[in-house]
């Protein structure tokens, strides 16, 4: 159930490349990541009837989350079906027996796990990987391998992560984001001491030099070894910003403790052409380039789009940030403000709130928000709003980039369409 998410359609595509039967749905099964599921019969919406005839119900947490009384969920307990979401069933079923090799942290995971695993591919040790975005150079965002390996992101919402017992597990910073779910940075740091009490006896946690993942280290239990990153020096990386060379660093420590030939990693690391949603280039509209990102804090929407304007030095820029989440907008108010106040991209538009799995006036906080950050930012409104906003403004622009979790990665589409 709710197979078109990048985590459930990547255990799912796995699954069915280790011999399970697998079947799917989801209200909205038209997702990019279900098209690389061959062989998988997937429905539209969620009913009793498709737990005919299966062994076990794997969901996604957004079900539990957004309808915990769905009929289907309740027949299956009804049958004494075992019910598990897609991280405990890639826990429990698709690592048993692997040497697991997982990294979390708020931000970074995603391109640092597709970076493990490119590295693995290309020295020909036939990794299973599960990444959470389209890995640009696969057209997926899994890929299944015969061998031992098995490379996945950590996820810390809900205390996701502690489904993994990881042979090595590369925590790349301890920022505190998901404030519906860890309501602190204590709490944060609580769940984190919890997945390093996972790693398996004779283990590896890799950790950047830094204090409080220093401090979290301290707890981790003595047969663990711990090992902080390598600086590997210059990296010609293909991918846009500065900021990724900690994430190819994170990936070259993991060949490095594995034995691997540098020399090769680093080649792998430096073609490595990104992912999906992470600063991806969509196309042009006229003259104007259109990118594309995921980042929803407020670090990594400074960063990201600071990097796009230091690639683009003399063009015009424009953020369009649509805010995710109500829980993490007003937790974050002043940070988000400061960020977007002091980024180096020309004008910001602010959409209205993406409200995900919460309630809440989307057009009065995007408008406060919108407000404070100062005169380089604009409520715009929706999302055809902002587009027919950008289709009248698009010469004042040499490059768009959209930014955020909920459905501004349309945003091109939308802009490709002509008027009416």
């Known amino acids: 159930m709710g197979i078109a998410g990048a985590g459930a359609a990547a255990a799912a595509g796995i699954a069915k490349g280790y011999g399970f039967e697998v079947t799917g749905c989801d209200l909205k099964p038209d997702s990019a990541y279900i098209q690389n599921l061959k062989g998988i019969d997937i429905q539209k919406g969620h009913d009793p009837s498709h737990i005919a005839s299966i062994g076990h119900l794997i969901i996604s947490p957004a079900v539990i989350s957004l309808d915990p009384q769905n009929p289907e969920i309740e027949a299956a307990k009804k049958e004494k079906i075992p019910i598990s979401t897609w991280q405990e069933f890639?826990?429990?079923?698709?690592?048993?027996?692997?040497?697991?090799?997982?990294?979390?942290?708020?931000y970074g995971k995603s391109t640092t796990t597709a970076m493990i695993s490119q590295i693995l591919i290309d020295a020909h040790l036939d990794p299973t990987c599960e990444v959470g975005a389209t890995v640009c150079n696969w057209g997926a965002n899994f890929s299944v391998g015969k061998s031992k390996y098995y490379v996945c992101e950590a996820d810390e919402y809900n205390d996701n992560f502690l489904n993994y017992r990881s042979d090595i597990a590369v925590i790349l910073n301890l920022?505190?984001?998901?404030?519906?779910?860890?309501?602190?940075?204590?709490?944060?740091?609580?769940?984190?001491?919890?997945?390093?009490?996972?790693?398996?006896?004779?283990?590896?946690?890799?950790?950047?030099?830094?204090?409080?993942?220093n401090k979290l280290a301290s707890y981790v239990h003595s047969s663990v070894k711990l090992v902080k990153i390598t600086d590997f020096g210059?990296?010609?990386?293909?991918?846009?910003?500065?900021?990724?060379?900690?994430?190819?660093?994170?990936?070259?420590?993991?060949?490095?403790?594995?034995?691997?030939?540098?020399?090769?990693?680093?080649?792998?690391?430096?073609?490595?052409?990104?992912?999906?949603?992470?600063l991806e280039y969509k196309g042009q509209i006229g003259k104007t380039k259109v990118y594309d990102d995921y980042a929803v804090q407020p670090y990594t929407v400074l960063a990201t789009a600071n990097a796009l304007k230091e690639k683009f030095k003399d063009?015009?820029?424009?953020?369009?940030?649509?805010?995710?989440t109500f829980s993490r907008i007003k937790t974050f108010f002043e940070d988000f403000v400061n960020s977007l106040r002091n980024t180096k991209i020309d004008r910001v538009l602010i959409t209205n709130i993406y409200a995900a799995r919460e309630t809440g006036n989307s057009r009065e906080l995007a408008i406060k928000f919108a407000n404070n950050i100062g005169l380089k930012a604009k409520y715009t409104g929706s999302l055809e709003e902002t587009t027919e906003y950008l289709k009248s403004n698009i010469k004042d622009f040499d490059v768009i980039l959209s930014m955020g979790a909920g459905d501004v990665y349309r945003l091109y589409d939308f802009l490709k369409k002509p008027y009416g």
Do not use: C, M
């Open 315 to 324: 063009k015009k820029v424009v953020l369009v940030f649509e805010p995710h």
């Open 175 to 213: 920022a505190w984001d998901h404030p519906d779910f860890f309501k602190s940075q204590e709490a944060v740091f609580t769940s984190y001491k919890k997945f390093i009490g996972k790693i398996k006896s004779g283990g590896t946690l890799i950790i950047p030099d830094v204090v409080e993942l």
């Open 234 to 278: 210059k990296l010609n990386l293909s991918v846009i910003g500065d900021f990724r060379r900690g994430n190819a660093n994170a990936a070259l420590t993991i060949a490095k403790i594995l034995g691997l030939d540098l020399a090769k990693a680093r080649k792998s690391i430096e073609n490595f052409t990104g992912l999906g949603r992470r």
């Open 90 to 106: 890639q826990g429990k079923y698709l690592q048993k027996g692997k040497f697991v090799i997982s990294t979390a942290g708020a």
